[in-house]
């Protein structure tokens, strides 16, 4: 398999899903603004969204991904469809008891969540945690399903799915909201139905793609389907595994619900204005780390598996060279031209000018360690796809203890913009203990030729800002909201020569392209 030509088809499909996503921001921020509403929202939607990233694509894909690849590896289809009809049967019941209590418990959430919100928001976030909350369930399926669909190199449903979200929540947004203010129920309570619309449509859609490859769970729905499903080895080295992946997950949530709790205390529409900052900044992770983080793990742990050490070394290394290529530059991008992007995304309706410059402090903190932000997603694998939780957890730990220290330091200077700065500059430690980590024990060896390579993206990366840096101060990107039109196509063309002045200059100070078509 072409890993780059994996990785590109991923990035091309997210692509399409960060597009939608940010036509959703737009739409939200346009009808709500930056208010005590879309405070509520973001909350009640940070809840599944904590428990997804923290049961779901986290720490029970960290521990069922490797070991899958391994079974199917080493053991056959047969045996990997004992352990998927499994582990199925097992995330299933543990699922509907947490919708369970998390409907009952949601007071109890939301308080943890943001103590800060006043009573009427504080109730509305109540209302929409508990229509969301079984959207959890649906996605921690979904994650289910595309683990197995990534172990069988099926990369399309998994990385497009998002986009049924994305499209449930616009629609929602767009149709229902108006109809549910007609009838006395706030609009914003319409986002939270789309939510729920778009996790049962995502789970619908992964049926088809499972059938196709035969490797659609067989779930058991008796007691004695979950006591055979118990005994079954795989799911204990999948438990076992999960428990340190929870904690090394969790901590990277709590640091999160602590942001939240903090941000709930500053200015109204605080929480707002990191969550339309971090829309975008997740616009280049998602592109770049999440593909070749997608790509990679299966590969990873099948060479882990077949002690294929040379070659598990040099598909980190290809990782690593483009993660450099392509998040620098982006980075670059983040930090001086943030005030075009967020005005030309933002900056309509109810959002104002002041909330588009408090997004854009945001977004630069963030911008701050996107290199970090993406490199964990090719780095952390590493450690995964050799069945190793632990040691990223123990670097989790410690850096969330920093990342708390740090806000103590840049939140009464920089309000929210300092929250944002805080997960920036850990992100930045995060990458470079665990890529320290690798290289120690030896499983990463860096291939010849970095010190020439990070020369020429540094040059290619300088040229490419100075450009940004004359564009962004020679137009008035706000007044420019009156002109909508005009100041799309001033965005798109001013980063359509970003785009071709970094690639130029790359081709003239000498970068090799081949070394990036590599074979899985």
Not at 238 to 259: T, Y
């Amino acid at each position: 398999m072409n890993l780059l030509r994996a990785a590109s088809f991923v990035s091309l499909l997210t692509l399409a899903s960060r597009i939608t996503g940010l036509v959703r921001e737009q739409l939200i921020a346009a009808a709500f603004g930056a208010s005590a509403a879309t405070d509520a929202f973001q909350v009640a939607f940070r809840i599944p969204n904590l428990l997804r990233r923290l049961f779901a694509e986290g720490a029970f894909s960290q521990a069922f991904v490797p070991i899958l690849a391994a079974t199917r590896a080493t053991e056959g289809d047969e045996a990997t469809h004992r352990l998927i009809d499994a582990v199925g049967t097992l995330l299933l019941w543990a699922l509907l008891l947490t919708c369970v209590l998390g409907v009952v418990g949601a007071p109890v959430l939301v308080w943890l969540m943001a103590a800060g919100l006043s009573p009427d928001s504080r109730e509305a976030a109540v209302t929409m945690t508990r229509w969301m909350f079984p959207y959890i369930g649906c996605m921690s399926l979904v994650a289910l399903s595309a683990g197995i669909l990534n172990t069988w190199k099926r990369f399309a449903v998994p990385a497009a799915t998002p986009v049924l979200l994305n499209l449930c929540m616009i629609l929602a947004a767009w149709l229902l909201a108006p109809r549910f203010a007609a009838h006395g129920i706030p609009p914003i309570y319409a986002v939270a139905a789309g939510v729920m619309a778009g996790g049962v449509l995502q789970l619908a859609v992964q049926v088809p793609a499972l059938r196709r490859i035969q490797a659609l769970p067989r779930l058991g729905l008796s007691w004695q389907g979950v006591l055979q499903a118990w005994r079954h080895p795989g799911v204990h080295r999948v438990l076992g595994k999960m428990a340190p992946a929870i904690l090394g997950v969790s901590v990277a949530q709590i640091s999160l619900m602590v942001n939240t709790q903090i941000a709930s205390h500053l200015p109204t529409g605080s929480v707002s204005w990191l969550t339309y900052a971090d829309r975008l900044m997740e616009f280049p992770t998602a592109l770049l780390g999440v593909a070749l983080g997608v790509v990679l793990l299966p590969q990873l742990s099948a060479a882990q598996a077949r002690g294929e050490d040379d070659r598990y070394s040099a598909m980190l290394d290809w990782g690593l060279r483009l993660v450099t290529l392509l998040a620098l530059p982006c980075a670059v991008a983040l930090l001086v031209f943030a005030l075009p992007l967020v005005s030309v995304l933002y900056h309509y309706g109810r959002f104002s000018p002041a909330d588009a410059q408090q997004t854009v402090t945001a977004l630069m903190g963030y911008g701050v360690g996107l290199m970090g932000l993406v490199g964990v997603k090719v780095l952390a694998p590493g450690f995964y796809a050799r069945q190793d939780i632990a040691t990223p957890v123990r670097i989790a730990i410690t850096v969330l203890g920093l990342t708390q220290l740090m806000n103590l330091v840049f939140v009464p200077r920089l309000g929210h913009a300092g929250l944002a700065l805080s997960i920036g500059v850990a992100a930045l430690i995060n990458a470079t203990w665990l890529l320290i980590g690798l290289r120690r024990r030896g499983s990463y060896r860096p291939a010849p030729g970095w010190p020439r390579f990070l020369l020429q993206v540094a040059l290619a990366s300088a040229v490419m800002g100075a450009w940004l840096v004359w564009v962004a101060r020679s137009v008035d990107w706000i007044a420019l909201g009156a002109a909508p039109g005009q100041r799309v196509l001033w965005l798109a063309g001013a980063l359509a020569a970003a785009a071709a002045l970094y690639f130029g200059a790359l081709l003239l100070v000498g970068l090799k392209w081949r070394q990036f078509a590599r074979r899985g």
